[in-house]
């Protein structure tokens, strides 16, 4: 763990909403790849869709990623990296491997249909290779602009003549992969108006960059195929490659960046601790045991990418709440006393001992300081619990306390009144924190201390 490396792995999300658990999978898997071998985790904003990509959601997920506690070690955006991918795509159009195209969107999805109604592949029949330049020059006056299309490398001489070109990659996460190359179509690298998509800046900022591993959903299988052409076309070693399974909400769907309730954002809100969210983001849809780590190092060494599954997994956000509840029930007061004293609810050691077993959102202990410290409706006495009460407060032992007070006392009235079990203790109980459930009241005794006690008491 931690010997520096050459491993450099990037999360890649594009600014153009707020991260949701199946991004924040993507950006661990990546990070923890990292963090094991002591490499390096690079943020790369693919911001070149200008319209949709904002600001505020580029903050969004750097502050996502560091409540997380994923700190990236560089943080690159593709909008201010244009010049160098114009430089690529010349190269490639130099090379005859970047095509114009004129189809107005309609046309594409025309043909599409067409192909699909006779049975066959909806692949890109290569038309606008066949223009020639008069053809072209008339559309561009007609104001069509074009768009560019790469030029896969599965034909032998004749573009219009494909045939079976295998791309082979020894998966991360998968294994043996093969894509054809002859079964998609040659992948739109420029937009009509001139931005690029994210395959080619994607490959020039990997090759930029020397990221080593390529982590990502596994929507991106056949990209990957097309991408390692792209790499080999400018003259560059690709780099590995690893598709994990995706996460689908609970009725099956893919979640989008509109899925609010999958959003870190909103689990943030909701007091989940953080590493409940990346222990469930991490374990589930992999072979191993979804259990709660305490720190990403510990998850590190927990996870291993083999054992990601194939087929996708659903996340169910109810798994969240017994994460969470097994992290704070085991927290130790190390841990937790920074994030009391921020609450203004550092009561000591005692106290967080106390309650921490019935914590299930650590800022609830805000509410046990408060019973501590008697901020609450005392419960009403029931007629026959008055004298027994009074008893209590009179037997109530001396200062100072030894550790086992609660035994000593409970074993006296026990002794003297008869009474057991629910009987005596649910009036005591009741007495001294208003409630009828709570921390055990062995553990908490101690921290409310003679005096608040004995003023509890009649
Ligand atoms: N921006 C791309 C996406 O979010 C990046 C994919 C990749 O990791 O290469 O799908």
Not at 13 to 38: D, E
């Amino acid at each position: 763990m931690n010997t520096p490396s050459n491993i450099v792995v990037r999360f890649a999300p594009s600014p153009t909403g707020r991260l949701h658990i199946g991004n924040i999978r993507t950006a661990l898997l990546n990070w923890l790849f990292a963090a094991k071998s002591g490499g390096q985790f690079v943020l790369r904003l693919d911001d070149t869709d200008e319209e949709r990509s904002t600001e505020e959601f580029a903050l969004g997920i750097v502050e996502d990623l560091a409540w997380l506690g994923m700190d990236p070690h560089r943080i690159e955006k593709q909008s201010s990296r244009v010049a160098i991918y114009d430089k690529t795509a010349d190269l490639l159009r130099s090379k005859g491997l970047l095509y114009p195209c004129f189809e107005t969107p309609d046309e594409i999805e025309r043909r599409r249909k067409r192909l699909m109604a006779r049975g066959l592949p909806p692949v890109y029949d290569r038309a606008a290779l066949k223009l020639t330049d008069a053809e072209k020059a008339e559309f561009q006056e007609q104001g069509r602009k074009p768009h560019w299309r790469f030029l896969l490398p599965n034909y032998e001489s004749s573009p219009f003549e494909t045939r079976r070109t295998e791309v082979h990659w020894d998966d991360v996460m998968r294994g043996d992969q093969t894509v054809d190359l002859a079964s998609m179509s040659d992948p739109v690298l420029i937009r009509g108006d001139g931005s690029y998509l994210y395959t080619l800046p994607s490959v020039v900022d990997d090759v930029d960059m020397g990221v080593t591993h390529v982590i990502r959903g596994g929507d991106h299988i056949t990209n990957t195929g097309a991408q390692i052409a792209v790499f080999e076309a400018i003259g560059a070693a690709p780099p590995a490659f690893g598709h994990h399974n995706l996460l689908m909400d609970s009725s099956g769907e893919g979640l989008s960046k509109r899925t609010g309730s999958m959003s870190i954002a909103s689990l943030r809100e909701d007091g989940f601790e953080p590493m409940a969210v990346a222990s469930l983001a991490t374990l589930i849809g992999t072979g191993q045991a979804v259990e709660a780590c305490r720190n990403l190092v510990e998850l590190a060494d927990t996870f291993d990418p083999k054992k990601v599954s194939k087929s996708n997994a659903k996340f169910d956000r109810g798994e969240l709440d017994g994460l969470n509840e097994k992290l704070l029930h085991t927290m130790s007061y190390g841990e937790a006393q920074e994030r009391l004293q921020a609450l203004n609810s550092d009561l000591g050691d005692g106290f967080w001992t106390a309650v921490r077993a019935n914590l299930s959102r650590f800022s609830e202990v805000e509410q046990w300081k408060a019973v501590v410290e008697g901020e609450f409706e005392a419960a009403e006495v029931a007629d026959e619990d008055v004298e027994f009460l009074r008893q209590a407060a009179e037997m109530l032992p001396d200062m100072p306390w030894s550790t086992d007070v609660w035994q000593v006392w409970t074993a006296a009235l026990k002794e003297k009144t008869g009474r057991k079990g629910r009987g005596l203790f649910m009036p005591l109980r009741k007495a001294l924190t208003g409630l009828e459930h709570g921390p055990e009241l062995a553990a908490l005794l101690p921290v409310i201390g003679w005096e608040r006690t004995r003023r509890r008491l009649p």
